[in-house]
């Protein structure tokens, strides 16, 4: 079994920074992508960032220049570095990795169970 453990979130004021983690456990042979999702009430879950094993990066359109993302490979864990947060950032943020648990197994994407991020104004 492969677990997804977020942490970080929380209610901050506009302009202000949260870092979001996300810890991959179990039954683990590699992890290729990993990212995060956010999705706020009534609206569908999008794209914030995600980085590939090797280090390249994609960030949606409306956290460009504001968020970063890393992760570091022998903790399996990523993170969110959220800066210059605005109220339309208040979402739960859903860790997801593309993880493979056997050398001949097929890679499967892994969602965490989401942390809450409020921004109030």
């Known amino acids: 079994q492969v677990q997804l453990v977020e942490s970080g979130g929380g209610l901050v004021q506009a302009g202000g920074s949260l870092r979001l983690s996300c810890a991959a456990s179990?039954?683990?042979?590699?992890?290729?992508?990993m990212g995060w999702y956010r999705q706020a009430p009534g609206k569908q879950r999008e794209l914030v960032a995600t980085i590939t094993s090797g280090g390249s990066t994609n960030f949606g359109a409306s956290v460009r220049g504001r968020f970063t993302i890393s992760r570091d490979n022998a903790k399996k864990t990523v993170y969110l570095q959220m800066n210059s947060l605005k109220p339309e950032d208040t979402a739960v943020y859903y860790c997801?990795?593309?993880?493979?648990?056997?050398?001949?197994?097929?890679?499967?994407?892994?969602w965490g169970q989401g942390t809450q991020v409020t921004v109030s104004s």
């Open positions: 179990g039954s683990i042979f590699s992890i290729g992508a």
């Open positions: 997801n990795a593309n993880i493979l648990i056997g050398p001949l197994s097929n890679r499967s994407d892994y």
